[in-house]
């Protein structure tokens, strides 16, 4: 019986594209929704203890990755094709030894210094003038006798997390992205869900405050463990249904990690440890005060939340396909990096000018005490949406292995740190966002350039300026909307609030479709997308052909 045809690589980024898109509105709703909650109900003290908690996860979980959550999804399809899943198998396996003794070394010393960590928190919660006395007393109560529980959770998601990455990955190399957004749906949805009922069952006890905290602590340890089962599950069935090719005669010997990956995982190590330093974990902890990280957390999360679901089409496809084009499945690299730039700047751009324009009106809906986090919505989605484009020349280099190239290029992340300590006193948190937004944008320049100049990437200029055109007649429109649109005073209630949210969503999918309109009226898709895009299987696909 002959082996079933394998879908084209074409066909497989089609899918993957597809998916990943379908899976956006749950997963956004969701998160407005709880991180609304969350805002609203917690006092800001609360929100920027959990947030010091949450950046010191993120600091020992990039410790613990070693660089291979970027590497496996290169690694694991040429491994299937050279060794088959026997290769993959103990490639994987290497890579869990290695995690799981650098997590038991940190799990041991956070138990050791359990007291200074817990000491350096309740620091921040004492010295900050602007919160009241009262959540004061509380946090400083809950880290002194719960100190434990925040230890043992910390501890909790570094297991999870290994676990997760690597399955996720494993799953990204097969561009099984029904599966994968089905499990990350599951990931996102859970911890928002418990969250919501951890803090609506907190306000019945007699102290809400101390079980919100502890509900959301449980909340973000929980769900993980659940969506570890089902991605493990998923795994399993990817694995047995895998058609690896045969192995050849002449292919290598035994080998526990594949020729190379010690230098790609090094590099890319490299590369999460300095997207950590220049992120918003690490800035929050250059914070002098828990209102402070609360407001920059907030901040950022906004622009971090907007870009991630924005970006979502394109989730674990750009290095598989990278990969799998240089190998010469199909395709041209030039072709494939074109293709992903135009679709990121189709998302980015106008979204990134939506945010802009609607920032302020977003966080006086929903959360009123975070408004002072507007400037740092100003400031990083101009920083956070160009990097975010500049960064595919990156992902080409990485696959092309031009690692010096890009080991500089990380290097220069590292500005963040004297622009931290030189911007933050004379701006406070805003400066800290200037610091780790251009450090970024500094290192997506200088892989851009080194990827035309070494590669020969050529960047669609002439797409970006169609985009840029019907992105400022969409500014123009949404700008005289929002001018006519209600006032959103100071102390309005929660259900005015949401009274007007409505027409605020009226007011954004409108000026959408003006995007698209102008869009399509300054020459629209290239030809070769359009031919793609004629291609692909989607919902409303002739009415989405006619309008761009």
Known sequence: MSDPIQPSLQSQVSRAVLWNTLFVPLRMLAEIAATALKLTVLPIAAYGLLALIS??????????????????PKFIPETMKSHGPAGVLRMLLTVFWAQAIILTAIAGGLIWQQSTYLGTLADKIQADTRIDVVSQTLLQELLGSQGWLFITIIILMLITGVAYDMLMAFLNSFFKQRAWNGISLL??????????????????????????????????????????????????????????????????????????????????????????????????????????????????????????????????????????VRSGEGGTIQGAFGSIVRIQMFLLVPGGVALVLLAQAALRLLTPQYTDAVMIVYVLVPCLFIESLLTMAHNVLIVYEELRLVTIGRMLTLVVIPLGFLLSPLYGVVGLAIAYGSARLLAGLWATFWGWR???????????????????????????????????????????????????????????????????????????????????????????????
């Not at 209600?486 to 479709?513: C, D, K």
């Not at 309109?517 to 692909?536: C, K, P, T, Y």
């Not at 919902?539 to 052909?545: A, H, L």
């Open 55 to 72: 950046g010191a996860s993120s600091a020992f979980g990039t410790w613990i990755d070693l660089g291979t959550t970027r590497a496996l």
């Open 187 to 324: 990931a996102g949805l859970l911890p928002q869900l418990l969250a919501v009922c951890a803090i609506i069952l907190a306000q019945l006890s007699t102290n809400p405050l101390r079980w919100s905290v502890i509900g959301i602590l449980v909340s973000v340890a929980l769900a993980p463990a659940i969506a570890v089962a089902v991605a493990a599950w998923q795994v399993v069935v990817v694995w047995r249904g895998t058609n690896a090719p045969p192995v050849p005669t002449d292919a290598v010997a035994f080998r526990w990690i594949p020729a190379g990956f010690l230098r790609y995982t090094g590099v890319s190590y490299l590369m999460t440890m300095t997207d950590f330093v220049a992120s918003k974990s690490f800035a929050v902890y250059l914070t002098s005060s828990i209102t402070d990280a609360a407001l920059l957390w907030a901040g950022a999360s906004l622009v971090g939340m907007v870009l991630s679901y924005l970006y979502t089409p394109l989730v674990g496809i750009t290095v598989p396909l990278f990969t799998r």
């Open 454 to 548: 070494r590669i020969g990437l050529q960047w669609p200029w002439q797409f970006m300026l169609r985009v840029c055109a019907a992105s400022g007649v969409m500014a123009a429109t949404l700008y005289a909307c929002h001018l006519l649109m209600p006032v959103i005073g100071e102390g309005l209630p929660l259900s005015a609030r949401l009274a007007l949210l409505p027409g605020y969503a009226l007011v954004t999918l409108g000026n959408a479709l003006v995007f698209f309109v102008a869009f399509r009226i300054f020459g629209g898709l290239e030809q070769s997308d359009r031919g793609q895009l004629a291609q692909m299987k989607l919902p409303f696909k002739r009415f989405i052909m006619r309008v761009l």
